[in-house]
């Protein structure tokens, strides 16, 4: 089965990368739940790469103005959901691996708590706070934590 959109003719077996917003678009209006299922998957595996971008653009682009969307709301709202529930779990999934990083990094220093928080400038109860994952450290205090673990090595 294909996809005719537009200029352009889409297997339905092709990678959901290489559909584009006019193959997203027709696999959203006659597709099946087989096609929702791998755009979903996809932007569940990547959620701001180029299917979740395609798919952003397509929800935009459909919502309907009058009754005659062939897209109903409720499944564009479906679909945005995915969009925001895959964003959401990997934003959530990096906080803790940031966190996991932050712990590991204050271990290794060997310092008290207390110490290594005062050597990167800041409180023992904010580093708490990021290696509890509650808060999330800049960048620049990221090189700060790590350089003053391996000075300590």
Known sequence: MSFDFHNMSVDVDDPVELWGSGGILAALERGTIREWSR????????????????????????????????IGEGNL?????????????TAESERDTVASEIHDIVERSGLARREFAARIGT???RLSTYESG????????????????????
Not at 40 to 67: K, N, Q, T, Y
Not at 134 to 153: G, Y
């Open 123 to 125: 409180s023992t109860s």
């Open 77 to 89: 709202d479906l679909m945005e959901g995915v969009i925001e529930r895959a964003r959401r779990e």
């Open 134 to 153: 509650k808060v999330v450290p800049s960048a620049a205090l990221m090189v700060r934590m790590r350089r003053v673990a391996s000075s300590r090595r």
């Open 39 to 70: 755009i979903a998957h996809r932007v569940m595996d990547d959620p701001w790469g180029p299917v979740s971008r395609d798919l952003e653009a397509v929800i935009a682009f459909s919502r309907p103005i009058d009754d005659d969307s062939l």
